[in-house]
């Protein structure tokens, strides 16, 4: 029987209100990363806090997908890449990008600026604007994810520490062999490679919970980590030079984070409400923050000198068309269900 930890054993309960509260402050990080200019961001030690927004993201990707696999009695590998599941989870991942994607496309049109070759590529590239990455690394989530998974479960029976032990140095391996192949940031921004440490401890957290003084212990050495490469501008050798500290030796820290955001909620009420709606629409949030920091903010910009307003316009706008794209979306897919139930019956 497939276990988990004791942050995840309630058998009632379908959805956790502290993954989506987590997620909300995480896109809203991602929109002020992309608001306030990068030697800001370090004159306030983002790295130590909004900067981990699309780790955090990642963390909750592993999370989120372990408790949908091991909700069963038993793990079987097959049952994950069933026709069902693939199409389930795809089609909430793609259906709203390829939405945004169009706009994208009809702005490239509008502005003169569209080739075939920019609009194919720009599709499995992840559309255009920051942040683009993260969908087609989300996709490879999906695809790996299982198998990373059942490598969890098989560990465990051994040794605990062995799966993170195991994946901390195939995350190391799978850096230096992109190192050592040259391959250029183009591609490696779209690699799970960067990645998928991050899911793994999502994945241990969910079976094993983590112990308090051994995962401070490992945050230290990942805060250690964190600053050498942020303020000293170190990349060890065998770590692709590239996305400054967003690499495996620094998820602890992120793991350490996500844990103490899930203690800290029961104790926010109304801002913790709000947070937990938004981080309910966070991924249709985070795809109509790339259209407007590619297309509007600029203008925005012109019209705003003020900081601390330009920073307000672009939480608003961000924040109240996301909620509302994720809203239309949402009653869309109750239409199509119930035309469903009307031909069925």
């Known amino acids: 029987m497939v276990t988990l930890s004791g942050m995840f054993d309630s058998a009632t309960k379908g959805r956790f209100d502290e993954i989506d509260f987590i997620k909300g402050l995480a896109v809203i990080s991602v929109i002020l990363l992309h608001t306030i200019p990068p030697y800001i961001l370090l004159k306030i030690f983002a790295p130590f806090h909004i900067w981990h927004a699309v780790p955090v993201f990642m963390v909750i990707a592993g999370i989120n997908s372990a408790l949908s696999s091991l909700k069963e009695e038993e793990f079987v590998l097959l049952k994950e890449y069933s026709p069902k599941k693939i199409k389930k989870s ?8 390829t939405v945004v994607w169009l706009v994208e496309v009809l702005a490239l049109v509008i502005t003169g600026k569209a080739t075939y070759a920019k609009v194919i590529t720009s599709y499995f590239l992840g559309g255009i604007g920051p942040g683009s990455y993260f969908t087609p690394i989300y996709v490879q989530h999906l695809i790996f994810f299982p198998v990373i998974l059942l490598i969890v479960i098989k560990c465990d029976k051994i040794n605990p520490y062995l799966t993170l032990a195991l994946f901390c140095v195939l995350a190391l391996m799978a850096e230096f062999a992109c190192v050592v192949f040259n391959v250029p940031e183009s591609l490696y921004r779209l690699l799970y490679v960067r990645y998928f440490f991050a899911t793994v401890l999502g994945a241990y957290l969910v079976r094993h919970n983590f112990k308090f003084n051994q995962i401070a212990v490992m945050a230290l050495l990942s805060v250690i980590y964190i600053g050498i490469t942020s303020y000293v501008e170190y990349s060890p050798g065998i770590i692709y030079p590239a996305w400054g500290f967003q690499h495996a030796p620094a998820y602890f820290f992120t793991i350490f984070v996500v844990i103490l955001l899930w203690k800290v ?14 981080g309910k629409a966070s991924y249709h949030i985070f795809l109509i923050q790339m259209v407007y920091f590619w297309t509007f903010s600029q203008f925005v910009r012109n019209i705003f000198s003020n900081n601390c307003i330009f920073l307000f316009v672009n939480l608003f706008a961000c924040l109240a ?6 809203c239309l979306q949402q009653r869309g897919v ?8 009307n031909q069925g019956c």
Do not use: A, D, M
């Open 334 to 341: 109750e239409i199509v269900s119930r035309i469903g139930v």
């Open 90 to 97: 795809f089609t909430r991942i793609l259906i709203p990008f």
């Open 265 to 278: 909620f029961p104790y926010i009420t109304y801002i913790g409400t709000l947070l937990t709606k938004i």
């Open 321 to 326: 068309i996301g909620y509302l794209f994720f």
